[in-house]
């Protein structure tokens, strides 16, 4: 297959103000004394409202504001937003707390015109705010638009790590990505289940994507499912049981149907062990 590598682009018109917009925000994120729903806040009524900023709290008590627009600039606070993980009773509200205003501007910021599309402010904004929301993220983290967590701060990312669009990363177990590790758009990584008979009986796992793995379109990993290093879920499939090293596992249940062919040497003994089991199916 032809290697078709990205394309390096031109630096945008605007590219000095979005270099001054996200300096701003990375010297507030490192300031212990700012207040995170405040910071949250002001910065979403500067990109939707500006001509409410620096005088929120009059405006939402004004009340020759329309009723609706009051309601709108009051949803720009995440202290006036619920966020589903808040009612799960396993959630650590005082560590929940501390992220939820990052993820309610990362949330909200996708959702408007300035996030959208825009590749290049829109990967670098979410990488300036994962190291202030997961438990661990290394290098080079890319992330497309319209990912979402459950908590967050149990997640831990390794270096290179790309995330494409429309993703669900449900981090409620925990759920640790190597490094290089690529997730396809709309795929599903869940890290907790619940029990057929009894729905509030939950169980969380640890959900693993080791070195190298590649998680593809509408993929679902279930929770406490291992991919082993160079491991794959290809397109649409539904990973129930750990993806061995190197294997390539398709369908509904996935199952192995192939070995990598950059495996290394223990890799002819794998598809050796593999032909043995399509034998036997």
Same mark, same amino acid.
């Given at each position: 297959m032809p290697r078709i590598p990205l394309q390096p682009l031109p630096a945008r018109p605007a590219q000095a103000?979005?270099?001054?917009?996200?300096?701003?925000?990375?010297?507030?994120?490192?300031?212990?004394?700012v207040d995170r729903s405040?910071?949250?806040?002001?910065?979403?009524?500067?990109?939707?409202?500006?001509?409410?900023? @620096?005088?929120?709290?009059?405006?939402?008590?004004?009340?020759?504001? *329309?009723?609706?627009?009051?309601?709108?600039?009051?949803?720009?606070?995440?202290?006036?937003?619920?966020?589903?993980?808040?009612?799960? @009773?396993?959630?650590d509200q005082a560590r929940f707390q501390k992220v939820? *205003?990052?993820?309610?501007?990362?949330?909200?910021f996708d959702r408007l015109p300035i996030g959208g599309q825009s590749v290049d402010l829109g990967v670098r904004f979410r990488r300036l705010l994962a190291p202030h929301v997961f438990k661990r993220v290394g290098r080079n983290f890319k992330c497309f638009q319209h990912v979402e967590f459950s908590f967050g701060y149990n997640m831990e990312v390794g270096d290179d790590v790309v995330v494409h669009r429309h993703v669900l990363l449900d981090?409620?177990?925990?759920?640790?990505? @190597?490094?290089?590790?690529?997730?396809?758009?709309?795929?599903?990584?869940?890290?907790?289940?619940?029990s057929i008979v009894e729905q509030v009986d939950v169980t969380n796992a640890l959900t693993v994507l080791?070195?190298?793995v590649r998680i593809t379109y509408h993929a679902t990993v279930l929770a406490g499912v291992h991919v082993g290093e160079q491991g794959m879920v290809g397109a649409v499939a539904l990973a129930t049981k750990d993806v061995r090293p190197y294997h390539v596992n398709v369908g509904i249940p996935a199952k192995s149907?192939?070995?990598?062919?950059?495996?290394?040497?223990?890799?002819?003994?794998?598809?050796?062990?593999l032909e043995r089991e399509r034998e036997g199916d």
């Open positions: 103000l979005a270099d001054a917009w996200l300096a701003r925000l990375e010297k507030a994120l490192a300031d212990p004394a405040d910071l949250c806040r002001d910065t979403l009524l500067e990109l939707t409202y500006p001509q409410y900023a @620096g005088r929120y709290d009059a405006t939402l008590a004004d009340e020759t504001v *329309p009723l609706g627009t009051r309601l709108a600039l009051s949803a720009l606070d995440p202290r006036n937003v619920t966020l589903e993980p808040e009612y799960y @009773g396993d959630c939820k *205003p990052l993820l309610w501007l990362w949330y909200s981090d409620r177990g925990g759920i640790r990505l @190597g490094d290089k590790v690529s997730i396809s758009d709309y795929a599903n990584i869940y890290s907790h289940t619940h080791g070195d190298g149907v192939r070995v990598k062919p950059n495996a290394p040497a223990v890799g002819d003994r794998l598809r050796a062990s």
